[in-house]
């Protein structure tokens, strides 16, 4: 979880460690989860005891629900535009990552922007109603 540009944050304990943009390091990171969360993140499978092996072998169940929503908050938030779904080194890089998640296209994500805008906007209008 990145916290701001030049921060990263445990997603354990919230520790906040500095980052180093564009140098793809991850050693203090896999350093802290070693000392820390040796329970959660065990380098004995894997003997470099990096970052992409522990989450290639995490016991949770791919949820494309779960992912969708990922997905379109990354999209927003990195403002990135909507084709990038459908771009086919980014769909290789996702079934990689996991061969269960669904392929969707640019028109299924402005249909999830939009129906996410349109609940966050019933909410906050009932939050209105009930101010005095």
């Not at 030049?6 to 350093?31: D, F, H, L, P, Q």
């Not at 949770?60 to 779960?66: L, V």
């Not at 992912?67 to 086919?88: A, D, G, H, M, Y």
């Amino acid at each position: 979880y990145v916290a701001d540009s030049s921060r990263v944050k445990c997603n354990y304990c919230k520790c906040t460690y500095s980052a180093c943009k564009g140098k793809g390091s991850t050693s203090n990171m896999s350093a802290h989860l070693q000392k820390n969360h040796s329970g959660k993140f065990n380098s004995e499978k894997d003997p470099s005891g990096s970052l992409i092996s522990y989450l290639q072998t995490k016991n949770e169940i791919f949820d494309n629900k779960k992912f969708r929503k990922l997905l379109l908050k990354w999209i927003v938030t990195s403002n990135q535009p909507f084709l990038e779904v459908e771009n086919s080194d980014f769909r290789d890089l996702i079934f990689y990552l996991n061969k269960n998640a669904e392929t969707i296209g640019a028109d299924t994500i402005r249909r999830d922007l939009l129906v996410t805008y349109n609940d966050m906007k019933f909410i906050k209008k009932k939050q209105f109603e009930s101010l005095p």
